[in-house]
């Protein structure tokens, strides 16, 4: 990969973080409680948007009247949170020699 196609991924990425943290703001504050122990369900969001994302760049198609219902949808798909729980992974053996770390 050259340098400039990495700058592009990189500013991408970056654009689409943010529109997709100004969504789960914008959802949070129009649907929400402050105080809820319910949270917007981030990894459904970035399917969702995802999704949307090249028809509004391309036809710059992203109104109020297009994003209104995508909000509500984010805001309707919601994960309880729960303080201090965790649920770290197991390690397990690699599949195949070449994803194994190799020792220094």
């Known amino acids: 990969m050259s340098w400039h196609a990495a700058n592009q991924d990189f500013g991408a990425k ?6 997709n943290a100004l969504a789960a703001y914008v959802a949070t504050e129009a649907h929400l409680d402050p105080d809820s122990d319910w949270k917007i369900n981030r990894t459904l969001m970035i ?6 994302i090249g028809r509004w760049l391309l036809a710059a198609g992203a109104t109020t009247r297009r994003l209104k219902p995508l909000i509500q949808e984010i805001a309707a798909n919601l994960q309880k ?8 992974r ?8 070449s994803h194994a770390y190799k020792p220094i």
Do not use: C, E, M, Y
């Not at 399917?47 to 949307?52: A, E, H, N």
């Not at 949170?81 to 770290?88: C, E, H, L, M, Q």
């Not at 197991?90 to 020699?97: E, L, V």
């Open 14 to 19: 970056a654009v689409f973080d943010n529109l």
């Open 47 to 52: 399917d969702k948007i995802k999704r949307q």
């Open 81 to 88: 949170f729960v303080a201090g729980r965790s649920k770290p």
């Open 90 to 97: 197991t390690p397990q053996r690699k599949p195949h020699r």
